[in-house]
């Protein structure tokens, strides 16, 4: 009965952190490199390509 | 969704345990007297586990399992940790990729820059100086502009293309909106000015461009008749495009898009380009008398 317990224990623990390794790594994955993760928050904000074709930068003055 | 999800948690978490098992079997047989090692005393070894893990295989796995906890947990924890890997570089490489699809979009449209307005004064607006220094550059030799009155962008001395006009000696060709024209009413109807005022706005850009026609620049202006829609800034290699919203607002008020000539000549700065031209060759009946 002990060992049933045990090896339900580990199977569960084992699920539960693979689980919420996965889950965690993929929102922050997500997060990180999806196209849209950032869509709301920089409408309004200047979105700019660094280089152009003339050599000058367009940066954004701050 | 949620049950392929579950699926795959309970895919992932047998194969750690199996993985486990294994790896404590292994390590197991492998359990050589050290002194006495040798590819024989491995190879009996094995013999005799085998023998025994077939008399009796779930005694013999769990007392594997059982025997050195430490040693399981840790296992369970490096294989677990594989496992985790495994799956998040995968949709990583998926992720990656979707987004060099949406970059390579952005660059074979040409795509530059995105501002959400073009005031002068305000946060985030776009680049006027640094536009100014795409047009005076020396290899530049075109300034294409299509606007409505552009008062507000060249004709007035604060705008913003005022001054750099002045030393530009390439190609200028300037379409506004004509002053008389029943959509001229309208668009000044719609951002609330005065249409007296609209049509001295329009005037005021004119004798801008005769103003720079009589300093031997190479200027010419026509007019259009109808409603104003796009608002393009154009050089040989940048197009500052915005649109006038037809319901009215200030065009300053609008986004710019900044598109960069490609390569291929496929991108929208050359889309653009032509369009301009487009039009520029449509109001060839109707010039701005420039002296």
Redesign the interface.
């Given at each position: 009965m002990i060992?049933f317990a045990a090896a339900l224990v580990?199977?569960v623990c084992?699920?539960g952190?693979?689980?919420a390794?996965?889950t965690y790594?993929?929102r922050y994955?997500?997060g990180k490199?999806?196209?849209d993760a950032d869509l709301a928050s920089t409408?309004?904000?200047?979105?700019?390509?660094p280089s152009?074709?003339?050599g000058?930068d367009?940066r954004?003055?701050s | 969704m949620v049950g392929k999800e579950l699926l795959?948690?309970?895919v992932?978490?047998v194969a750690?345990?199996v993985a486990t098992w294994l790896l404590a079997i292994l390590g197991n047989i492998l359990q050589v007297d050290p002194t006495a090692l040798s590819w024989e005393a491995v190879w009996q070894k094995i013999k005799i586990s085998a023998q025994v893990f077939l008399d009796r295989p779930v005694a013999y796995s769990?007392q594997s399992v059982t025997d050195d906890p430490i040693r399981t947990i840790s296992t369970?924890?490096l294989v677990?940790?594989y496992?985790?890997l495994f799956?998040?570089l995968r949709?990583?490489h998926w992720?990656?990729k979707?987004?060099s699809v949406?970059r390579l979009l952005?660059v074979q449209a040409g795509?530059?820059?995105?501002?959400?307005h073009a005031r002068t004064d305000g946060e985030?607006g776009?680049?006027w100086?640094?536009l100014c220094?795409?047009i005076a550059?020396p290899d530049?030799n075109i300034l294409y502009l299509l606007g409505a009155n552009g008062a507000e962008t060249f004709g007035e001395p604060k705008s913003p293309l005022y001054q750099v006009m002045t030393t530009f000696h390439g190609q200028v060709h300037v379409v506004l909106a004509d002053p008389d024209s029943e959509h001229t009413a309208a668009r000044a109807r719609a951002v609330k000015a005065n249409l007296t005022e609209y049509k001295r706005a329009v005037r005021t850009s004119v004798a801008r461009l005769r103003t720079l026609r009589g300093q031997l620049r190479a200027v010419e202006g026509r007019y259009y008749t109808g409603q104003p829609n796009w608002k393009m800034i154009i050089t040989s290699?940048?197009a500052w495009v915005q649109y006038y919203l037809p319901h009215g607002g200030h065009v300053n008020e609008t986004a710019v898009w900044?598109f960069?000539?490609t390569p291929n000549g496929t991108g929208l700065y050359h889309i653009f380009q032509m369009e301009f031209e487009r039009v520029w060759r449509r109001c060839e009946r109707n010039p701005m008398e420039l002296g």
């Open positions: 060992e580990v199977v084992t699920g952190a693979i689980g390794g996965v790594g993929t994955i997500d490199l999806r196209y409408e309004n904000k200047p979105l700019v390509r152009h074709p003339s000058l367009w954004i003055k | 795959k948690l309970v992932l978490t750690a345990l769990v369970i924890v677990s940790g496992l985790i799956v998040l949709r990583a992720r990656i979707e987004a949406e952005a795509i530059g820059g995105r501002w959400p985030g776009a680049p100086p640094d220094a795409e550059r530049n290699r940048t900044r960069d000539a």
